[in-house]
């Protein structure tokens, strides 16, 4: 009769970790760079004022509707937002 265990460690789950722990180590070095590149900006057609591209997820995002309290802590947000530049 087998053996049995409340673990298996066969050789698909050693092959899978052995997968992933390759591929940590070669996004590793692209995750550590990440940090050192610019903002990626956009040029407005209208004007061609160069601007970081970034969103806040405006569509559900701030959809609070008539609610004082969220509407309070939706202005927070884009008062933090707008300070930080």
Sequence with gaps: MPKTSSTKYGRRRFLRTLAATGAAGLLWPVLGVAGT???????????????????????I???????PAARDSCAEVMRRFFSAG
């Design 37 to 59: 590149r610019s903002a990626i900006v956009r040029k407005i057609p209208s004007g061609g004022e160069a601007i970081p591209v970034i969103g806040l997820g405006s569509w």
């Design 61 to 67: 995002t701030f959809n609070v509707g008539n609610d």
